[in-house]
Nanobody, 112 residues
Framework: EVQLVESGGGLVQAGGSLRLSCVAS????????IGWFRQVPGKERERVSC????????YYADSVKGRFTISSDGAKNTVYLQMNSLKPEDTAVYYC?????WGQGTQVTVSS
């Protein structure tokens, strides 16, 4: 069974940094595409970033380019999202996604 467990969220001031972690299990971690999404109440879930193991390609939403970095550690079955220069508009619940599966989410709150 696929499981995704996020951690690393919290409260941070604007301009600060957080690193989110997504520990994955239940599938072969050398053949995956994993993404980070975020959602605020009343809005659709937005794709923030994703990484594909096949060619180590990455994707970033325009709103986070240059500030967020996605990476993975195969030995730990973990995908990270390093978030720098955080803005109040980055406040959301962040979810890890493997096709067809979601983690429980971790809250990120950026104060101005």
């Amino acid at each position: 069974e696929v499981q995704l467990v996020e951690s690393g969220g919290g409260l941070v001031q604007a301009g600060g940094s957080l690193r989110l972690s997504c520990v994955a299990s239940g599938f072969t971690f050398d053949d995956y595409a994993i993404g980070w999404f975020r959602q605020v109440p009343g809005k659709e879930r937005e794709r923030v970033s994703c990484i594909r193991s096949f060619d180590d390609s990455t994707y970033y939403a325009d709103s986070v380019k240059g500030r967020f970095t996605i990476s993975s550690d195969g030995a730990k079955n973990t995908v990270y999202l390093q978030m720098n220069s955080l803005k109040p508009e980055d406040t959301a619940v962040y979810y890890c996604n493997y096709p067809g599966y979601w983690g429980q989410g971790t809250q990120v709150t950026v104060s101005s």
